[in-house]
């Protein structure tokens, strides 16, 4: 009889070997696909355009800013994290990211959600991907604007997906502007996973999300094959899942019947030595 330990070991090797197969699948497609099967396997949300593309603009929403005070002491900034309602852009102040000022007891931080086509045009060897945003500190209550950083400020951007093919988007990178008159490329960390990319900045003003395009003769890969490796992978996972419950099921309701058996052949084995204790008495 098959043990609950064997049919866990069976589920898990099975398990194993669903994902493998969707990993094969996967780099047969491109050397982008070979990477971690967990990345990116989530459509991102909605995106909130300020100026929606036309196929999407039915169902767009306004996106959201935020503005939000940080405490400000005789070494600076506190730290900080703060997010637009929607999520799109995270900025997080590092200890001491913003000078001390004397009078001054807090810096208010203003993150509003831009029209792109109202600031530069994007680099030669990119493609602007979602909203631009503008990041403005002022000390408080002075009202002065703060315009150089004296530590860590590091944005993060939700990147939507576009309607046009893209080299990797493992290279989509942050721009950014102080003033939205040209961009400056920064050095960015991609989370395709997320649909997130983040970097440090030297000063608040605009950013943007950038991304390569694909050159003009290179084809969109076919993830058809990729999409259905997947689902056969999680309907194997889910029926190994199910028959390992109904087997383990089954072999605890036989275990206590084999239980019963054992407590009644017990008891008739005392029973047949009283009575042989009586006959001889």
Known sequence: MATPRRLAAAAGLLAVLAYLAGAALSGQLSPLARRPL???LAPP???RWVTPPPELSAGNKKPAGVTSGVGLGP?????????????QANLVLD???????????????????IDPAKLAGAPP????????????LTYLPSRKPVTTLSGRMTISLLVPLLPIPVSSPFDTTVLASPDGKGWTRQDS???PGSHQVASNLGSPGYVIAAVPPAPPDQPVPNRVPLYAGLATAAALVALAAVLLARRLSAVRDGDGDDDYEDEDEDDREDGDDDGGGSERR
């Not at 070494?75 to 999520?87: F, K, M, N, R, Y």
């Not at 990211?97 to 993150?111: E, F, H, K, L």
């Open 38 to 40: 967990l990345d990116g």
């Open 45 to 47: 949300p909605p995106y």
């Open 75 to 87: 070494s600076g900034s506190e730290v900080s994290a703060i997010s637009t309602g929607d999520g």
């Open 95 to 113: 200890a001491s990211a913003v000078a001390p000022s004397p009078g001054q007891g807090q810096v208010q931080v203003t993150i509003d959600p």
């Open 125 to 136: 060897d990119l493609v602007l991907a979602g909203n631009a945003y503008q990041i403005r």
């Open 189 to 191: 960390t991609a989370t």
